[in-house]
Nanobody, 123 residues
Framework: EVQLVESGGGLVQPGGSLRLSCAAS????????MSWVRQAPGKGLEWVSA????????YYAESMKGRFTISRDNAKNTLYLQMNSLKSEDTAVYYC????????????????WGQGTQVTVSS
């Protein structure tokens, strides 16, 4: 059974940092590209970032470039999202999602999602 379990969310002040983790199981983690997707209150899903199977290629939404860093540890079957310089508009539930292939491309479909972790940026 495929499982994706996010952790690391919480309440942080504007300008602060958080590192999200996504522990994967039930599939060969290092065969697949992974993404982070978020959903702000009252809004739709927003793609945040993606990483290829070996971490060699990373991709970011424009508003996250320079602030967020995606990474993975294939030995630990874990995906990460380091978020710095957080803003109130980053408040959302953050999901990790598994793609169906080794490399990410725009419009890639996701076949499994985690349950999400809440990030709240507020003073």
């Amino acid at each position: 059974e495929v499982q994706l379990v996010e952790s690391g969310g919480g309440l942080v002040q504007p300008g602060g940092s958080l590192r999200l983790s996504c522990a994967a199981s039930g599939f060969t983690f290092d065969d697949y590209a992974m993404s982070w997707v978020r959903q702000a209150p009252g809004k739709g899903l927003e793609w945040v970032s993606a990483i290829s199977w070996n971490g060699g290629s990373t991709y970011y939404a424009e508003s996250m470039k320079g602030r967020f860093t995606i990474s993975r540890d294939n030995a630990k079957n874990t995906l990460y999202l380091q978020m710095n310089s957080l803003k109130s508009e980053d408040t959302a539930v953050y999901y990790c999602a598994k793609t169906g292939g080794s490399y990410y491309y725009t419009g890639a479909a996701y076949d499994y999602w985690g349950q999400g972790t809440q990030v709240t940026v507020s003073s």
